[in-house]
């Protein structure tokens, strides 16, 4: 699912990305750029953005932040995201508090 065609390395964000919502990029590769090229792999995602502990909103059009199930201490928690800028899938770990999107797997 990489968007350049290889098996190697992590450029999947294209793959996964909704084909529309997110803001327009002219980088090669990445989620923004060419945007009817996304979501080859059926995932979907929308650039929903997230929300901060104190009710705020932000970064819808650019990001796509998804939790994990898997805790990274009693405060964090990991989570995946696609930015309009990048072709790689991130993992990083933010607060337990800030809202981010869930992904149902259905059995």
Known sequence: YNYDGTTTGNKIA???ASTTGWNSSSEVGVVGNDQSLNNSSDFNAFPEGNRYYNGSFY???YNAFFWS???YNSSYA???NLN???SF???SN???QNGFSVRFVRD
């Open 89 to 91: 899938l991130n993992r």
């Open 84 to 86: 309009v800028n990048y």
């Open 78 to 80: 990991w989570f995946r």
């Open 94 to 96: 933010y607060f337990k």
């Open 69 to 71: 199930s898997t805790e």
């Open 14 to 16: 294209k793959a996964m």
């Open 59 to 61: 970064d819808e059009g």
